[in-house]
Each structure stands twice: as C-alpha cells, then as structure tokens.
C-alpha cells in the first residue's frame, strides 16, 4: 500500500524527468523540485510523505535539506541519491539523518523497493510513537502515592 506523495529533487531535469515517470508508472504519486530553494517551498507548502533527493544541487546539498528539517523538527523520511557515491558520503548522510542512501544510474524497481520499505517504516515508527504515547497517559507517576498527610 503506497500512502502519500514523494517530493523529487534534482536540478538535473532528465533524471529528475525518469525518476518522476518511473515512479508515477509504479503507482507513487510524485511532487518534484528542481533544487534545494523549491524543494523547501514545496515542503512548506504540503510535507511529503518521503523526499527523494540529489546529493549535489546547483545552490545546495542535501545535507542543507536534512539540517532544514531538522531545525522545523520536520520528521519526513529522506532518500539521498548521489552520483559520486563513496562510503564516507554514505556513512556522513545517514548521520545528517538520511533514510537511505542510493547511487546513480538507479533501479527503479530496487528504488521502489526502497521507497515501500521507507515508507512502512514510518508508517510504523508514527504507530509506535502514538502507542506510547497513549500508554504514557495511563502509566502511573512514580513519584505520586496515597497517604494520610
């Protein structure tokens, strides 16, 4: 089951082009931005439900992106695409907050894959949090008792 939308960002309108037509063609409904200043706009605007997103954009990073969201405390799943992978920038996204890290020239069956398992992931996580919540408010606090005085 495919909830909610991905934002595409890629300053480089041919990939940009295949990944939007591979994804919608799979079922995903696609937004897309052509760098980092539209890619927040369109954030802004609707939060996705997962962003997939060029490491190197003409006037930014993603890891300019994933310091955005988390300075708005924005918590949306982030898939960095790179063309230049190496394990160092692999290593370096997942502690800015990536998701998941994928390399280019892409598999749109292995990045469908990816963005399913992303997705119930968060699906999941929000569940989780939800439930703790709810329990939190039943729990009783440690440091309250019942006595005479």
């Known amino acids: 089951m495919r909830v909610g939308s ?3 960002v ?3 309108d041919r990939m940009r082009d295949v990944l939007v037509e591979g994804l919608t063609l799979r ?3 696609i937004r897309e931005a052509n760098g980092l200043a539209s890619a927040l706009r369109e954030i802004r605007n609707a939060p996705p439900s997962v962003i997939l997103v ?3 954009l003409r ?3 993603a890891f300019e992106l994933l310091q ?3 300075n708005q405390d ?3 799943p982030v898939v960095v695409l790179t063309g230049h992978a190496s394990i160092d920038l692999a290593v370096e996204a997942v502690k800015n907050g990536a998701d998941q890290f994928i390399t280019k020239p892409v598999d749109l069956s292995t990045l469908e894959t990816m963005l399913q398992r992303v997705l119930e992931n968060n699906r999941n996580h929000q569940k989780d949090a939800a439930h703790r919540l709810e329990r939190a408010r039943y729990d009783r606090d440690p440091f309250l008792g019942q006595s005479e005085a």
Do not use: S
Request: cysteine-free; charged content about 45%.
């Open 6 to 8: 991905v934002l595409v």
């Open 10 to 12: 890629d300053d480089d």
């Open 54 to 56: 060029d490491y190197q």
């Open 68 to 70: 955005d969201l988390k």
């Open 59 to 61: 006037d930014g990073t």
């Open 27 to 29: 079922g995903f409904r």
């Open 74 to 76: 924005l918590r949306i």
